[in-house]
């Protein structure tokens, strides 16, 4: 098959115009403090499985549970279920709720989780001197070497550090930080957001590299397998999306986004699939991750705790259950709620 290969125009004006593109994105106060935004909003999440085979002896269901960080709050955490479940921390500091159920006497059964969230706006700071503390506060990632390495459907293997230096080269970029903008900027621009036919969603970078469409998943298959390939650190989170207008209603899917380690500043949050969906954003989402989201877990080629019998999970933000052993579907179901004003205000503070 004929693999074209893109490339990006060369990128003009140099490192300062990347520095201002980046600076652009952080609104800030006569005082000159970084003002970012930030979301209250409850969220429920429904598992249900059915078509529970009579005679099965064993049912396990694992559900991702979002965890707390410097940009985002979860509290009021419910949990509702026929049958006793536990809690575990499993790979790269993911929760993981697991139940068993054992000579099952019911055909289907579902688990309601719902929590309160203050996500906060995710912007690179430490390019100004501003001192806000969610960048301060950011602590290393004890699995920093992991995020190097590669996945089973994004190899590093010569082919892809060939694609991956041409897009560095083309730009001129000597930096990380100017290789990592031009890989982003290379995916924006030569990548359509298009969910049509077969193969996207998996975040598999060769069919991604072939069709040049599909959604977050294969665009951050792109931009993580290139960012490793020329040595820069970076690492894959998954959650799930709220659209920017207030209110309540249905989610119905996951997001997918990315952050880059650049020495000296820090994690880069970069969401590529955003920008090619608007592009009046591409500079912003080069450096920031708006509020409209919830994280859930990160990494990829995932081992559940208790571990699964199946293989390891591509990724996990849907629920993943087996029978006997073996890989049964599970339902899902998303909703989200905006909370008032004030509720955001008690969380702050102020």
Same mark, same amino acid.
């Given at each position: 098959?004929?693999?074209?290969?893109?490339?990006?125009?060369?990128?003009?004006?140099?490192?300062?115009?990347?520095?201002?593109?980046?600076?652009?994105?952080?609104?800030?106060?006569?005082?000159?403090?970084?003002?970012?935004?930030?979301?209250?909003?409850?969220?429920?999440?429904?598992?249900?499985?059915?078509?529970?085979?009579?005679?099965?002896?064993?049912?396990e269901l694992w559900i991702p549970v979002p965890h707390n960080d410097p940009f985002q709050e979860i509290t009021q955490l419910e949990i509702v279920s026929p049958y @006793?479940?536990?809690?575990?921390?499993?790979?790269?500091?993911?929760?993981?709720?697991?139940?068993?159920?054992?000579?099952?006497?019911?055909?289907?059964?579902?688990?309601?989780?719902?929590?309160?969230?203050?996500?906060?706006?995710?912007?690179?700071?430490?390019?100004?001197?501003?001192?806000?503390?969610?960048?301060?506060?950011?602590?290393?990632?004890?699995?920093?070497?992991?995020?190097?390495?590669?996945?089973?459907?994004?190899?590093?293997?010569?082919?892809?550090?060939?694609?991956?230096?041409?897009?560095?080269?083309?730009?001129?970029?000597?930096?990380?930080?100017?290789?990592?903008?031009?890989?982003?900027?290379?995916?924006?621009?030569?990548?359509?957001?298009?969910?049509?036919?077969?193969?996207?969603?998996?975040?598999?970078?060769?069919?991604?590299?072939?069709?040049?469409?599909?959604?977050?998943?294969?665009?951050?298959?792109?931009?993580?397998?290139?960012?490793?390939?020329?040595?820069?650190?970076?690492?894959?989170?998954?959650?799930? @999306?709220? @659209?920017?207008?207030?209110?309540?209603?249905?989610?119905?899917?996951?997001?997918?986004?990315?952050?880059?380690?650049?020495?000296?500043?820090?994690?880069?949050?970069?969401?590529?699939?955003?920008?090619?969906?608007?592009?009046?954003?591409?500079?912003?989402?080069?450096?920031?991750?708006?509020?409209?989201?919830?994280?859930?877990?990160?990494?990829?080629?995932?081992?559940?705790?208790?571990?699964?019998?199946?293989?390891?999970?591509?990724?996990?933000?849907? @629920?993943?259950?087996?029978?006997?052993?073996k890989a049964h579907a599970a339902e899902k179901k998303f909703a989200y709620r905006d909370l008032p004003e004030t509720a955001l205000k008690a969380k702050h503070g102020?």
């Amino acid at each position: 098959m004929m693999r074209e290969v893109f490339m990006q125009a060369r990128y003009r004006g140099g490192q300062a115009l990347i520095l201002l593109a980046l600076l652009s994105v952080v609104s800030t106060s006569h005082a000159g403090q970084v003002r970012l935004r930030a979301r209250s909003f409850m969220f429920e999440y429904t598992a249900t499985v059915r078509d529970i085979p009579v005679g099965a002896r064993n049912v396990e269901l694992w559900i991702p549970v979002p965890h707390n960080d410097p940009f985002q709050e979860i509290t009021q955490l419910e949990i509702v279920s026929p049958y @006793p479940y536990e809690v575990h921390t499993a790979q790269y500091g993911n929760k993981v709720l697991h139940l068993r159920v054992t000579d099952p006497k019911q055909p289907s059964f579902a688990v309601v989780m719902r929590f309160d969230t203050v996500r906060r706006e995710h912007v690179n700071t430490m390019l100004q001197h501003t001192g806000h503390a969610a960048a301060s506060k950011e602590s290393a990632d004890r699995d920093v070497r992991r995020w190097l390495q590669p996945d089973r459907l994004v190899p590093l293997d010569d082919q892809i550090r060939k694609w991956a230096r041409e897009v560095v080269d083309v730009a001129c970029a000597k930096t990380d930080f100017e290789k990592a903008r031009a890989i982003y900027n290379h995916i924006v621009a030569t990548v359509k957001y298009d969910k049509t036919g077969q193969g996207w969603g998996r975040g598999d970078i060769y069919y991604a590299c072939d069709a040049r469409r599909g959604n977050c998943t294969d665009f951050y298959a792109i931009f993580i397998g290139y960012t490793r390939a020329v040595g820069i650190t970076a690492r894959f989170a998954i959650g799930f @999306p709220l @659209p920017r207008d207030r209110g309540e209603g249905q989610v119905s899917g996951y997001h997918c986004w990315a952050e880059a380690y650049i020495k000296g500043l820090g994690w880069l949050p970069v969401d590529a699939s955003e920008a090619a969906k608007d592009p009046s954003r591409r500079e912003y989402f080069f450096g920031a991750h708006d509020e409209n989201r919830v994280e859930f877990t990160r990494g990829r080629d995932l081992t559940l705790s208790p571990r699964q019998k199946g293989e390891a999970l591509n990724y996990f933000v849907y @629920p993943y259950a087996e029978v006997d052993g073996k890989a049964h579907a599970a339902e899902k179901k998303f909703a989200y709620r905006d909370l008032p004003e004030t509720a955001l205000k008690a969380k702050h503070g102020t």
